[in-house]
């Protein structure tokens, strides 16, 4: 049985720094190359953030090609025993892009750490220098579509009863007073709630415990199928995330997000 079986989705540091060791652990880093130089979490491997999208204008944040993708989770020893558990240094914004990366490669092991690098160092946890040794092993993956949501099935799903849009962006992008694309403001019925905004900084960017309440408050509930974007499907990938973390059964990331939904000429627009 796994080390990491019986474990929720969201862990802490103590349920990891006993763990550190597990055989099937695959500890990911996805900070920075400097901040992952000056020191990471014993064993962790790092991912540069940058490799989780096709970072292709005017929408980086699209999924990558099959081949980059199979080229990251090589690099990592990918197997599927693994477990992971992932962590950045901005409160989980990479994080749980990879996460949705994980679901979309149909590996569904994984954990994520909270508050990242911040709770870790708050807790006086030790880091290390250390580069852990190489374990790049080719790996074939099979792709999953069910956690992307796509232009065509957002608009083919606006208005129904059922669904949610939740715009991870800054309100004043949300009402379109900050233009990041051609066109500004938000996805018609869209629910503003800011990624940072379900942050604690009191906790060291933990999520904030009240979280299921403040969702819940704003209509973004667990009966409804919720898509969520941003700019690039980077801020989005915390919101993701937390969909998750709460048991949300039907949970998408766009990953066109406003990069591509704000470039087009056609698509509708709130503002």
């Given at each position: 049985m796994s080390a990491f079986a019986n474990l929720p989705l969201v862990i802490e540091p103590a349920d990891l720094a006993e763990r550190l060791n597990a055989p099937e652990l695959i500890l990911v880093d996805l900070t920075s190359s400097s901040r992952y130089a000056e020191g990471h979490l014993p064993g962790a491997r790092f991912v540069d953030p940058k490799q989780t999208q096709l970072g292709l204008p005017p929408a980086p944040g699209q999924l990558p090609g099959k081949a980059q993708?199979?080229?990251?989770?090589?690099?990592?020893?990918?197997?599927?025993d693994a477990v992971y558990v992932v962590y950045d240094d901005e409160g989980g914004g990479w994080a749980g892009r990879f996460i949705w990366l994980l679901d979309v490669i149909g590996h569904h092991r994984y954990h994520y750490l909270n508050g990242g690098l911040h709770a870790w160092l708050a807790e006086q946890r030790p880091l290390s220098r250390d580069i852990p040794n190489a374990a790049g092993r080719p790996v074939l993956l099979?792709?999953?579509e069910s956690p992307s949501a796509t232009r065509e099935y957002i608009e083919s799903r606006l208005g129904s009863p059922d669904m949610v849009i939740w715009d991870a962006r800054s309100p004043e992008e949300y009402r379109g007073e900050k233009a990041l694309a051609a066109r500004a403001g938000h996805i018609p019925g869209a629910i503003n709630f800011e990624w940072t905004a379900a942050m604690d900084p009191s906790r060291a960017l933990r999520i904030r415990e009240d979280i299921a309440e403040q969702l819940e408050a704003l209509g973004i509930t667990a009966d409804k199928e919720i898509v969520t974007h941003c700019q690039t499907h980077h801020r989005s990938g915390f919101t993701y995330l937390l969909a998750k973390a709460l048991g949300y059964p039907r949970i998408k990331g766009y990953p066109g997000s406003w990069g591509e939904w704000g470039n087009l000429p056609d698509t509708p627009i709130q503002q």
């Open positions: 993708l199979e080229a990251v989770f090589g690099a990592l020893g990918h197997h599927p099979e792709l999953d």
